[in-house]
């Protein structure tokens, strides 16, 4: 086991909250004795974020679009996952550059049996031409998820979809950024 193998065990065991983490490791649940303090675990997130969890028993990314590419304001975004995130929730979140907030998208990314998923997405509001992007895949803890459906429900009655702050109980799995036409 390497310790990229080992930091996707560590940030897992964050995301779903365990004080023993478990890991895929060759196709196999693996369990790790661990005591984790909050800084060790903010640190396996940060590294998570830059790690695009391409190591491990777990593989997830964004296929389309790419990074750099112009789109429209409405798009799909399509990737692969490839083993269990467990009881973490998967959404496509949308984050303007140069913000501090979040939109959380649609509703919940489902991954089909062969592993492919897509994510119907909207890029700002129409004032938002030729600005950049960030479209992030993030795994969520249940409290977070309920805190997306919450968010969605609410801003669909009120007819409002502010920028939000992402929950603390959230790690950015893939991200891309594009800019809008």
Do not use: C
């Not at 950049?132 to 007819?159: P, W």
């Not at 979809?161 to 891309?176: A, G, I, N, R, T």
């Amino acid at each position: 086991m390497n310790w990229k193998q080992l930091l996707t065990g560590v940030v897992l065991g964050a995301v779903l909250g365990v004080a023993s983490t478990f890991f895929l490791f060759q196709g196999r649940i693996t369990r790790l004795e661990t005591l984790l303090t909050e800084t060790q675990i903010g640190s396996a997130r940060n590294a998570a974020k830059k790690n695009d969890n391409k190591e491990g028993g777990m593989r997830l990314s964004i296929g389309s679009p790419h990074d750099g590419d112009s789109t429209d304001q409405g798009l799909v975004v399509r990737g692969t996952v490839e083993g269990s995130l467990g009881i973490a929730h998967l959404w496509a979140v949308v984050h303007p550059v140069g913000s501090t907030g979040f939109w959380p998208q649609v509703a919940e990314v489902i991954p089909t049996t062969d592993g492919t998923w897509f994510a119907q997405i909207l890029l700002g509001r129409p004032q938002d031409r030729n600005r950049a992007f960030d479209v992030l895949l993030v795994a969520a803890k249940e409290n977070a998820h309920q805190e997306f459906v919450e968010y969605l429900r609410t801003s669909k009655q009120q007819g409002s979809y502010p920028e939000v702050p992402l929950p603390s109980e959230v790690v950015v799995l893939s991200k891309v950024t594009v800019v809008r036409r």
